[in-house]
């Protein structure tokens, strides 16, 4: 029996599943009670409005003290005073798929402000999985040939040394022993999956954890599967809350990929 079938190929893919909310109406009431006013910004979002929120009630500077006094400039001045403990206050969920395993073992190193939930190749069968090309490896015909010839091998080893193990004696087994057994194949079969191997990650950040993300990672030029997730990041997240990502631009790169730049605030 023959194991071998062409490989297909995954694109990166991001997906905002969840998103900050602001509760306007218990903040007023809040504000009523000290007896202050704050001249909101009409056009702000709801993450910039929280961060401002936060910013403010630092400093109670509401009313006649409200400097500056939109919410952009706001959040301008506390990125240039790197007051940005306050940009903490405002957090996403994403789903990224299409992106390889070897890229989240990348993404996962990112401690602090970021939670990961990254499916399981313990628990999920990866038969079918989905791998990711290299741009650099499409570009070359011969490179792409061995790339594919290399891929397949390893998948159809991935799922001849499950068919060998996974044998009629798992029938007999108690559903706890068998479970751990199904843990003990897969984990002996996916020793040889490729680093290409499409992975899907539930991520969880702040805005200045995913701030200071897209600025170590983001113009890195020979990594290009990390500027294509960068560049889709900061692409989500400006449409979400530009002001807070009003310092990072998105730029063409001669190769054909983005890149994402962080190019500061250039203020005087
Ligand atoms: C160009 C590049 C090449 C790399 N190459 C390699 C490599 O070859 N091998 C490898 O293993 N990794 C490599 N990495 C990963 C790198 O070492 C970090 O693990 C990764 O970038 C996450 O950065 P971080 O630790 O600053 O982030 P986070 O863990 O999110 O931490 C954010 C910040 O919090 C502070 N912080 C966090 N934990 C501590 C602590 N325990 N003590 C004090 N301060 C802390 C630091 O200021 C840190 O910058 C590379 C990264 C880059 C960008």
Redesign the pocket.
């Known amino acids: 029996m023959s194991y071998l079938r062409p490989i297909s190929v995954a694109e990166p893919r991001l997906y905002v599943v969840s998103r900050p909310s602001f509760d306007e109406k218990a903040f007023l009431s809040f504000l009523e009670t000290e007896a202050e006013i704050w001249n909101r910004t009409p056009a702000s979002t709801e993450p910039e409005e929280i961060v401002e929120a936060a910013g403010r009630i630092c400093y109670m500077s509401f009313g006649e003290r409200q400097s500056p006094k939109d919410t952009a400039a706001y959040i301008r001045n506390l990125i240039r005073l790197e007051h940005e403990s306050v940009l903490e206050h405002a957090v996403w969920s994403f789903v990224l798929a299409g992106v390889s395993r070897a890229f989240t073992h ?1 993404l996962v ?6 939670a990961f939930s990254q499916l399981s190749q313990q628990y999920r069968d990866h038969t079918d999985a989905r791998v990711v090309e290299p741009r650099l490896v499409g570009l070359s015909p011969p490179v792409e040939a061995i790339w594919r010839r290399s891929l397949e091998q390893s998948l159809a080893a991935y799922s001849e040394i499950m068919s060998i193990i996974d044998s009629d004696e798992m029938n007999q087994l108690l559903p706890e022993e068998r479970r751990e057994q199904l843990r003990a194949i897969r984990s002996a079969a996916r020793s040889v999956l490729p680093e290409a191997t499409e992975a899907v990650i539930f991520f969880t950040a702040n805005a200045r ?1 995913i701030r ?1 993300f897209l600025d ?2 983001g113009e ?1 030029l020979g990594d290009e599967e990390m500027r294509r997730v960068s560049a889709l990041l900061l692409t989500a997240v400006r449409t979400e809350a530009p002001s807070l990502f009003q310092d990072f631009e998105l730029v063409d790169a001669p190769d054909g990929l983005p890149l994402v730049r962080h190019v500061g605030l250039n203020d005087s």
Not at 109 to 114: A, L, T, V, W
């Open positions: 990348q190193r990112h401690r602090i402000g970021f954890a200071y170590t990672r890195i």
